[in-house]
């Protein structure tokens, strides 16, 4: 007798019982003869993880209009998503809600531009938010959203009621810029002719510093060691202080102006600053004889930073009419936003949950943008944020095939940008070459090789 | 090299997923042999639903059936009769999906990416039918098409025709991929390698040309299977390493198509096999006269008797045989009619749901069509070697950079070549300097010799091509009642649908 076998399937065990159940599915993934061309079939998975991520690639959320002016300067509150405000040339202050995207309280605050603005970084369940603004009226104005809020019901029956009073106003001496509050006391620094820090109680400044210096344009309270403020001047200095002293840390000078300056929020000794040739620097601020980093790709000034509460990304905002995303550890920006109708970009944020930027330019709009362009705004399924990454996996797996490459780094870049690029390049390129001959034919002292980190710093001084 | 820890864990996962057992056959004493084994044996051990797979389906009228093909997850067949029969079955429910007539001699059948389409080579063109037997596409610039095959990863209907071409057809954008003069006459017979895509053809000068889309008319291998006699089947293997050929000189080889490109085995047949076939499992099947033939392990070792047989009924001449997927079942087409025999350990037990799945609903498969047109390969990156995509070149970068520069020389050579001028010759062809050329008097006394024997050969093919006109004649007077399979099925007291269009 001969023993036989074959294969015998009984249909129902492979089917589903009831409508309610998962349909089955049964594999194989150990015999390689019933997939063939896995590679090829995963290359072209990427390829198409590529191609969709360009096609989602929408950043642009909204553009909100309620300025009459250009806008100067953002704020957001740092525990709060909804908080944000921002002033604008014509000296008005609005109040935004970002959850419902509208302005809330238009403020006629300052006569001429809004030079600063900044929250006290209350905490969220206190009952009153605090926020501080500096203008070119050389005032500084304690605002308080309570109390702004008590005169708007008061005054209900008013349409396009301005007036608010703030808590408190106080006249400065001298000419005012930007204003930045203390992380942890109820004090303030102001920038101007000279660095001023003002408690709330006091109509008088509690510290002076001057370093005989121009106007300091920009100054920031490290987040961490909070009594150290790092400020930019008109002079292409950049310059430490700690208010517990009577003078300042340290100063450097570039050789050109800086703009812009933005502390990172995870590494507090770092610090980046936004300078008019086009490039980011960031500086370690226990060793400031050379950048820690460039970051490269603006093609104008840069007029703002701001840091990711992560600490990981920074996004700028540029003189050439771009918002560009770093990574903190990149020389080369990650995304770059922009619209036809966006002129010059004065200041920009990036939200609290790291999941949008937010940004105020010369042409009276705030637009809002999101962090990361394809990412999807509504609540996924399971099944949906697996694909995603997987096909997030597949990108990094193939990220250095160029084909893969290509795609995904290709942005559409305004004509005027691409053109001065080019230049850029050329310009590069000649005077690489034209120091390279001066090598040539002299000695090496005549054209030493410096590293690109420190060449654009002038001397140091303590 | 796969690393111990790898090989554990693929052994791991095994045990896992694949819970299906492969069938079988054991004797109990050494003398007795699997060969003795018939269908009728077969049909009495094995339990009633296994048993049901052993059938026969005559169809005497339309014959031979020379098409046949099988879907990928092995659920539907495809017949087609030389004299126009073409149909559509569910061959383990019976269920007559679609039947038509063509109104044409068919050469060849063959589904495309699932049962919704299939595609067939007729008299003049290649035409490409949907599920319920509506023409969707008549392929002008596929004339005279013989043979078809279809590469389902790259969505390619390749059509072998009898002037000789190959065209790749994409057939998610009706576009042809790419032609291919093959410059050895009327090929007969073509198989892909499932494992790279590359397209093996058998020609009547005893070679093997195996051809990629994107090498032009040169193919990336010969190989001469059998010196001086026609080949006239060939088979891959589903591992794409070997291949069997069979040749007018009544011999079948098994060679190595993955390195050396050898002969591995050589065996004999009584007549010269007509068709050829590799299971999910790597058996072998041949079919000549009203046999067919079983191998098991043909390639390992030199095997002295076959793994089974099988005699068609009736006497009746074997066209094709093919193993179907995921089924220890053999389908023969033959004269008159289709047979279904079991064959115990020629499936593959456990199959892989995502590839090709023998229980899909329709949600499946048409989501099943959508990720595979997603991910359809493009025909270019086609090549014996398959995994060059994905993997890193690691030639050394003045090796890149000569490379460069030979395509770029090259590219320069064949820009001056066109601009060359011809040399001309004025004067050579005239008549009289012909009629003295030596070459020319001896190529006219051999025409000469072999006038007869031409003139024979011409009006021996003429004799049956207008037979065969004369067989198709009767096609013009069938009425619109057409239901040979049908009716057949009702003979047999099965209850059939038959979608109504």
């Not at chain 1, 959850?99 to 030079?115: M, Y």
């Not at chain 1, 008013?158 to 106080?170: D, V």
């Not at chain 2, 042809?176 to 050895?184: D, G, L, Q």
């Amino acid at each position: 007798m001969v023993k036989v076998k074959t294969i015998c399937r009984n249909e129902k065990e492979y089917q589903k019982q009831t409508n309610n159940d998962l349909l089955k599915v049964y594999r194989n993934p150990t015999k390689a003869i019933l997939h063939p061309f896995q590679k090829a079939r995963e290359y072209q998975r990427a390829m198409n993880a590529a191609k969709l991520e360009k096609i989602f690639a929408k950043p642009f959320i909204e553009a909100m209009n309620d300025h009459s002016d250009g806008v100067t300067v953002l704020a957001k509150n740092r525990y709060n998503l909804v908080d944000v405000i921002s002033g604008s040339a014509d000296g008005e202050i609005i109040y935004w809600n970002m959850g419902e995207r509208k302005s809330k309280f238009i403020i006629n605050a300052h006569h001429n531009f809004v030079r600063g603005l900044s929250f006290a970084n209350n905490k969220a369940l206190s009952a009153d938010s605090i926020f501080v603004s500096s203008g070119d009226d050389k005032k500084v104005q304690i605002w308080s959203l309570q109390g702004i809020k008590a005169q708007y019901e008061k005054n209900e029956g008013l349409k396009g009621f301005k007036n608010y009073t703030p808590r408190a106003s106080f006249l400065s001496k001298h000419l005012l810029h930007n204003i930045d509050h203390s992380y942890d006391q109820n004090l303030f620094a102001t920038s101007g002719s000279v660095v001023q820090i003002w408690s709330y109680e006091r109509s008088t400044p509690l510290q002076t510093f001057e370093w005989g210096v121009d106007t300091v344009t920009k100054v920031k309270f490290n987040p961490s060691e909070t009594n150290i403020i790092a400020s930019v001047a008109l002079d292409r200095s950049i310059v430490l202080y700690d208010i517990r002293g009577n003078t300042a840390l340290e100063k450097i000078a570039m050789k050109n102006r800086c703009s812009a300056l933005c502390w990172n929020p995870y590494e507090p000794m770092n610090f980046v600053v936004g300078n008019e040739n086009s490039n980011v620097y960031t500086f370690d601020m226990r060793k400031l004889e050379s950048a820690k980093m460039i970051h490269k790709d603006h093609i104008q000034a840069v007029l703002d930073i701001d840091f990711a509460p992560t600490g990981r990304e920074f996004v700028t905002a540029s003189f050439d009419k771009t918002i560009r995303i770093f990574p903190y550890n990149d020389g080369r920006s990650r995304e770059v936003y922009h619209t036809k109708r966006m002129q010059q970009v004065n200041a920009i944020l990036y939200s609290m949950d790291n999941n949008f930027i937010i940004s105020g330019s010369e042409d009276t709009n705030i637009r809002i943008w999101k962090s990361h362009a394809a990412d999807p705004m509504k609540p996924m399924l399971p099944r949906e944020k697996e694909k995603l990454a997987y096909n997030e996996k597949l990108k990094k797996k193939y990220k250095y095939n160029h084909e893969v490459k290509r795609i995904l780094r290709h942005r559409h870049l305004p004509k005027f940008i691409v053109k001065k690029k080019k230049v850029k390049q050329i310009q590069k390129i000649s005077k690489h070459k034209k120091i390279e001959n001066i090598r040539k034919n002299n000695r090496l002292t005549d054209a030493p090789y410096i590293p690109d980190r420190k060449k654009d710093l002038d001397t140091v001084q303590d | 090299m796969l690393t111990d820890e790898i090989q554990l864990r693929l052994k791991e996962q095994d045990q896992i997923f694949n819970t299906e057992d492969r069938g079988f056959i054991e004797v109990e004493h050494e003398r007795e042999r699997t060969l003795k084994v018939t269908q009728a044996q077969l049909k009495e051990i094995l339990p009633v639903q296994a048993a049901q797979n052993i059938f026969d389906i005559s169809l005497n009228e339309f014959g031979p059936y020379n098409g046949l093909d099988v879907t990928r997850n092995g659920k539907n067949i495809l017949l087609g009769g030389k004299k126009g029969h073409v149909s559509v079955i569910n061959w383990k429910k019976k269920d007559l999906k679609t039947e038509f007539h063509a109104k044409q001699l068919i050469r060849d059948v063959k589904f495309l990416q699932n049962e919704k389409m299939f595609a067939v080579a007729q008299k003049k063109y290649l035409h490409i039918y949907d599920s319920s037997g509506i023409e969707l596409h008549c392929m002008r610039d596929h004339q005279e098409p013989k043979l078809l095959d279809f590469l389902p990863y790259h969505y390619l209907l390749v059509s072998a025709s009898k002037l000789g071409f190959v065209k790749y057809l994409d057939v998610s954008i009706g576009q042809v991929a790419a032609e291919i003069k093959t410059k050895r006459g009327e090929p007969l017979c073509m198989q892909q390698n499932v494992q790279n895509g590359v397209i093996c053809v058998g020609h009547t000068t005893g070679e093997v040309t195996m051809w990629t889309p994107n090498m032009g008319s040169t193919p990336v291998v010969k190989m001469l299977t059998h010196p001086s006699a026609p080949v006239l089947s060939l088979a891959t293997s589903r591992c794409g390493k070997y291949m069997v050929t069979t040749g007018k000189d009544s011999k079948f080889k098994v060679w190595d198509i993955r390195n050396t490109f050898q002969s591995v085995h050589t065996y004999f047949s009584p007549v010269p096999a007509v068709t050829s076939t590799f299971s999910d499992t790597g058996l072998i099947g041949l079919g000549f006269g009203n046999e067919v033939q079983v191998w098991k392990n043909a390639f390992a070792e030199k095997q002295k008797a076959p793994y089974m047989k099988y005699r068609l009924p009736n006497k009746s001449q074997v066209s094709k045989a093919l193993f179907l997927p995921f089924e220890d079942v053999l389908g023969i087409s033959h004269a008159s009619g289709y047979s279904s025999i079991i064959v115990p350990g020629s499936g593959e037990a456990n199959f892989d749901a995502f590839e090709a799945n023998p229980f899909e609903t329709k949600k499946q498969r048409q989501e099943a069509e959508v990720h595979n047109l997603l991910q359809k390969l493009q025909p270019e990156t086609i090549s014996l070697k398959v995994n060059t995509i994905g993997m890193i070149d690691d030639a050394a970068p003045d090796v890149k950079a000569k490379e460069q520069r030979e395509l770029e020389e090259a590219q320069i050579e064949k820009l001056r070549k066109k601009d060359r001028k011809k040399n001309k010759m004025r004067g050579k062809a005239k008549i009289g300097r012909e009629m003295g050329n030596k070459t020319h008097q001896v190529h006219e006394a051999m025409r000469e010799k072999n006038k007869l024997q031409y003139q024979k050969e011409y009006q021996k093919t003429k004799q049956e091509q207008d037979m065969l006109e004369n067989d198709m004649e009767f096609l013009d007077k069938i009425e619109d009642k057409f239901d040979p399979l049908e009716s057949y099925f009702i003979q047999q007291n099965k209850p059939s649908k038959r979608q109504k269009f």
